[in-house]
């Protein structure tokens, strides 16, 4: 069996190449019996799981050979596709895990999560994340129609590069004591959103940071439930 770890893909009709580097990563591990964990921001964005398109229809088509070959999709939440949920996942037996979850494989255990909540300094942010992913405005935004939530995604957007001008760097990367509560109980931490790939030592374990997918390549991480941790690294991936 192998465990892939991705994130941070921003999939999108307006960035085809990154669409088709996906899809060849499902083509190149379709027969090696894989459990795919895309730790959030698998789309650019998500306006819900009432939309449909032929770019999408493409994956979700893909998916299911993915997964009637007997892979498995584990997905976490991003701060780009929060509102995707159980719906769109049962076309294609894929599964929703909560923002935080723990996985052993031999005898390491692992903590998930996509890495917005580890940024603690970036406090406006964690504001209006509080606020947009309450269930309750969740509920509201998905009886509104798709063109409202496509110009309301439009504007977060715009919204976040405009707000990434003015912060620093170590406002939007994880906070130190966040990282060593998140590896409190754990092995090793993987996570992205922060678009730093690295393999942090702390303490004796691990912190990975996956990285997000660029014009023609991405970090990715696989892990061999046969291989120690030590032999732990991010693989490259080309497309």
């Not at 935004?141 to 990434?164: C, D, E, I, V, Y």
Request: aromatic share 10%.
């Amino acid at each position: 069996m192998t465990y892939l770890f991705i994130s941070d893909l921003h999939l999108s009709p307006d960035h085809p190449r990154l669409v088709r580097g996906f899809l060849d990563l499902l083509r190149a591990y379709q027969d090696q019996n894989t459990q795919l964990y895309i730790l959030g921001d698998w789309f650019n964005a998500w306006i819900g799981d009432d939309y449909t398109a032929p770019w999408l229809d493409e994956i979700v088509s893909a998916l299911k050979q993915f997964n009637a070959a007997g892979n498995q999709l584990y997905f976490q939440v991003g701060n780009r596709d929060f509102a995707l949920h159980e719906v769109f996942l049962q076309q294609f037996n894929g599964q929703l895990l909560p923002e935080i979850d723990t996985l052993t494989i031999g005898q390491t255990r692992y903590r998930l999560e996509h890495g917005d909540a580890l940024c603690t300094d970036d406090v406006s942010y964690q504001r209006f994340k509080k606020v947009i992913r309450h269930p309750l405005v969740l509920r509201l935004l998905r009886k509104t129609p798709l063109s409202f939530r496509s110009k309301l995604a439009n504007g977060f957007r715009k919204q976040s590069r405009a707000s990434k001008e003015v912060k620093s760097y170590e406002v939007m990367d994880v906070n130190p004591a966040a990282v060593t509560q998140a590896l409190a109980e754990v092995d090793v931490l993987i996570h992205g959103h922060t678009h730093r790939p690295a393999i942090h030592e702390l303490n004796g374990k691990k912190r990975i940071v996956l990285g997000d997918w660029r014009a023609h390549e991405a970090l990715i991480l696989e892990i061999d439930p046969e291989q120690p941790t030590t032999h732990l690294q991010l693989k490259r991936w080309t497309y």
